[in-house]
């Protein structure tokens, strides 16, 4: 009986992990998780999560835009903007009746936290939305150029779909 009850603790101790096969183990899963995470670009991923919001604001603005023109029978000026959609002007007609139409002022914040513009397209006469891109100002090129951001052919190529 003795001698079962021995064997039985011996196959017990040899069914559990050493402390130096632990250790081995804990390198490896480190090792891959290391060249894992040095091989994440995160400029792209902030650039594609940059493109997936200027998608999402423009539909989002452009639908309080018309709500704002069938609702007061035109658009707000440029010298308002799309502050206009979120607090009653101060500058032009104003409403009488305003209600927002946007909850809170950062629904008209592009991704590098700066208000978009309202503009008047000199061609089609229709408005624009208009980001200056990475940099916050006007003018620029590649990530930094000013574009329309209902218009994805006018996007930086860093945020155009891929």
């Keep these: 009986?003795?001698?079962?009850?021995?064997?039985?603790?011996?196959?017990?101790?040899?069914?559990?992990?050493?402390l130096v096969e632990l250790a081995v183990v804990v390198l490896i899963m480190g090792t891959l998780i290391a060249i894992v995470a040095f091989n994440i670009d995160v400029g792209a991923l902030k650039d594609d999560t940059a493109g997936l919001q200027l998608r999402k604001d423009a539909s989002t603005i452009s639908g309080a835009l018309l709500q704002y023109e069938n609702k007061y029978g035109r658009l707000p000026t440029e010298e308002q903007g799309l502050s206009a959609l979120v607090e009653k002007p101060t500058s032009g007609d104003a409403p009488e009746d305003f209600t927002p139409l946007l909850k809170n002022k950062s629904a008209i914040l592009d991704p590098w936290k700066t208000p978009y513009h309202l503009k008047k397209d000199p061609n089609s006469g229709d408005f624009m939305i208009v980001s200056y891109g990475k940099d916050k100002k006007e003018g620029g090129e590649g990530k930094d150029a000013d574009f329309d951001i209902r218009n994805e052919d006018s996007y930086p190529s860093a945020f155009r779909k891929k």
């Design 1 to 18: 009986m003795k001698i079962k009850s021995f064997s039985r603790v011996r196959k017990s101790l040899r069914e559990g992990l050493t």
